[in-house]
């Protein structure tokens, strides 16, 4: 073996490693210094049972305590799905036993409209949106596919779309190819080598006069590079005129998003993953600035029909509207993700994501520690790349998708580590390669690190001997 195996008193002074970051992350913010209005016992709407307390380790391990995980497993795959704090659970209960006892009352004498206005105006604040730019979805495919099939894009009209897209995007996009002769062109990323820079560049190279739409991933789910957003939006689309859509699965509830300063057109995202809501919810922002899209496309009367509505022939209910009312929906559940998001404000969302990127910066440092540089870590180091996620690959073998879902399954099976593994092109014409995805969010802490990088070391010497 190329590596010996860590001793404890490496682990320990990895720790103290990490309390510095941890740390350094805590003081960040200036929000992040004021303790949430829950932690000293003054709740909110709907609060969650806590005591007193600042912030620090013994601060997040009572956020644990408000999951109901599994503690034989460690789960690190929010990246597939998160997990609702008790109190969620609680008030999802109680708001669907108030559905079934008089199933009327989610709505009152106007039907469901002022219930669900009231909780976008919770949300919308939290994102940095208007009230009437965030639609509640049922996940990140819904907004994607409802903002895909309602631009009125036609034949010859261009999409650019990055080389590591969920299908969530690219299933979408491959309708609008077949049926209507749009054309996709696929932008190769910067993988191994990411800089913010080559993103934009990657974007600025390929515009072309055909290019109607700049579609990308916040955050990638392939190795949780997160792209530079703003700067995409407003050196490459914003210019040329092009509205942007971005996939932000992984940004809502990890990263504190201002859709606003973002400046896209279109953001997509799940309610169900790091933010830690019930199954099958989203949140899809569309900004009101139809009236630039029409100068845009002024060749064209219609730019957006909301096709995926209930409402889709009524304009003078407003887009908003327009795309919310899709038939009747899960009431209990969209109350349940503003309960959830509250939750997230109270805390702070800036030191989530302070916390969430310490821990993944710590998971990265003790890969390459304990795993040498024949590791490969897809996942970028700065800071402003980063995310929750960690994507890497222990093997010299990395196009082999078996060894690796082996790997993945004895984890789960032998060290109770769940995580998942992801399969993409480092670039466009590369070979394929596979890496392991570890999720950390706040519910976990420097010892899950500590634990699940020391489970991968293990299993891979026992694997290679
Ligand atoms: C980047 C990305 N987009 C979209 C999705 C689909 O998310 P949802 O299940 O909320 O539709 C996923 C799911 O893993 C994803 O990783």
Not at 314 to 338: E, I, S, T
Not at 408 to 430: C, K, P, Q, S
Request: aromatic share 10%; hydrophobic share 40%.
């Amino acid at each position: 073996m190329k590596n010996e195996r860590k001793n404890k008193q490496d682990l320990m002074m990895d720790r103290r490693r990490f309390l510095r970051l941890a740390g350094a992350a805590a003081a960040g913010g200036t929000a992040a210094a004021v303790a949430p209005s829950w932690a000293r016992g003054a709740g909110k709407r709907e609060p969650f049972a806590h005591g007193s307390g600042r912030s620090g380790r013994g601060f997040w391990r009572r956020i644990s305590r408000e999951f109901l995980l599994d503690p034989r497993t460690t789960y690190m795959n929010i990246g597939t799905t998160g997990s609702m704090p008790r109190h969620v659970i609680a008030n999802y209960d109680r708001y669907n036993k108030l559905v079934a006892r008089d199933p009327w009352d989610m709505g009152g004498e106007w039907g469901p409209w002022p219930y669900m206005s009231e909780l976008v105006a919770r949300i919308a604040p939290q994102m940095g949106a208007d009230n009437h730019e965030i639609i509640l979805t049922r996940n990140t495919t819904d907004g994607m596919c409802s903002v895909l099939e309602g631009l009125n894009l036609q034949p010859g009209d261009e999409v650019l779309y990055t080389h590591h897209e969920h299908v969530a995007g690219t299933s979408p996009l491959h309708v609008l190819q077949q049926r209507f002769g749009v054309i996709l062109t696929k932008v190769e990323i910067p993988v191994l080598d990411a800089t913010e820079q080559g993103y934009v560049d990657a974007f600025a190279n390929a515009v072309s006069p055909a290019t109607r739409l700049i579609m990308f991933s916040h955050i990638t789910y392939k190795t949780g590079a997160r792209l530079p957003a703003k700067r995409i939006c407003q050196e490459v689309a914003i210019p040329n005129g092009i509205p942007t859509l971005i996939d932000g699965a992984h940004a809502i509830g990890m990263i504190d998003l201002d859709f606003h300063e973002l400046d896209c057109d279109f953001y997509a995202g799940s309610g169900h993953k790091w933010q830690c809501g019930p199954g099958a919810t989203g949140i899809l922002y569309v900004r009101d600035n139809l009236a630039r899209l029409r100068d845009f496309w002024s060749d064209r009367p219609d730019v957006f029909w909301p096709i995926n509505s209930s409402l889709a022939e009524y304009p003078f209910f407003g887009l908003q509207l327009q795309l919310q009312y899709v038939g009747n929906d899960n009431y209990p559940a969209k109350r349940a993700l503003a309960d959830a998001c509250d939750m997230w404000d109270e805390i702070g969302r800036d030191r989530i994501e302070s916390y969430v990127l310490s821990l993944s910066a710590y998971c990265k440092e003790l890969i390459r520690d304990t795993f040498g540089s024949s590791a490969v870590i897809y996942s970028p180091d700065a800071p402003e790349l980063s995310s929750g996620l960690t994507a890497f690959n222990p093997f010299d073998d990395r196009g082999d998708a078996a060894l690796l879902k082996e790997f993945r399954d004895r984890l789960r099976e032998e060290y109770g580590f769940i995580v998942r593994t992801t399969d993409f092109h480092v670039t466009l014409d590369g070979p394929e390669e596979h890496a392991v995805r570890i999720s950390t969010h706040l519910f976990h802490d420097e010892r899950d690190v500590e634990g699940v990088v020391a489970a991968m070391y293990s299993l891979f010497t026992d694997m290679m001997s």
